[in-house]
């Protein structure tokens, strides 16, 4: 079947503009993660949605970045007022069980 | 909160070699979970061990639990290049509630 999938892969925007990356789940997967990975770096956890859940938003860095996750499947991360430092690959991953996680290819956003 | 501390951080070996990476923790972990980034990838998911002391095999690759729940070891024998990538591990909480990944262990295995 179909893996995770996001969009654009990459996306390059000029400081200030806002961004929406979007993540496609596995269907049927009830529970979807963003992670941000900086060049060479670990996962920097982001924001994790669990069914109807409140999501847990602990690792947002700022009231710039905001995630919604439409009718329990697409997932949309925004980023306001982009800045360089918001520079990364940004993962989706979504699971069904036990948080094993299947992750998409990443989005590449550079901010100039 | 639950910490995951991973080493080497580095490691640079040649084809053939045999090495061992390390997961741990002060923490007990109702599970564990290894994956592995190739560059330009996303992360996948190699394994999950649940019993303390459980050991996997996937080809080349072993996994090991600790006892305690509390780390975990990969083992790789016989290194090829293909397996070069960034490994990361992961824990669940003793609860079922929370999880977290380790830093991850950068592996270049040169041919």
């Known amino acids: 079947g179909a893996g995770v999938s996001q969009s654009p892969s990459n996306k390059v925007t000029e400081k200030g503009k806002d961004v929406e990356l979007r993540c496609d789940p596995i269907s049927g997967h009830t529970a979807l993660y963003w992670y941000r990975q900086s060049l060479g770096q670990g996962l920097e956890f982001l924001i994790y949605?669990?069914?109807?859940?409140?999501?847990?938003k602990s690792g947002l860095p700022s009231d710039r970045f905001s995630a919604e996750r439409t009718g329990g499947s697409v997932s949309t991360l925004t980023i306001q007022r982009t800045q360089q430092e918001d520079s990364a690959v940004y993962l989706c991953?979504?699971?069904?069980?036990?948080?094993?996680?299947?992750f998409g290819p990443g989005t590449r956003l550079t901010v100039t | 909160t639950q910490l995951l501390e991973q080493s080497p951080q580095f490691l640079s070996i040649q084809e053939g070699e045999n090495l061992t990476v390390y997961c741990n923790s002060s923490s007990v972990f109702s599970s564990l979970q290894w994956y592995r980034q190739e560059p330009g990838e996303g992360p996948v998911l190699l394994v999950t061990v649940v019993t303390g002391g459980e050991v996997k095999k996937l080809k080349r690759l072993t996994f090991q639990f600790g006892d305690a729940r509390k780390d975990s070891s990969l083992h790789i024998t016989a290194a090829q290049p293909g397996d070069t990538g960034l490994y990361l591990c992961?824990?669940?909480?003793?609860?079922?509630?929370?999880?977290?990944f380790g830093p991850g262990t950068r592996l270049s295995v040169l041919p």
């Open positions: 949605f669990q069914g109807n859940s409140a999501p847990d």
């Open positions: 992961a824990g669940v909480d003793n609860y079922g509630q929370n999880f977290v």
């Open positions: 991953a979504s699971s069904l069980r036990s948080y094993e996680q299947y």
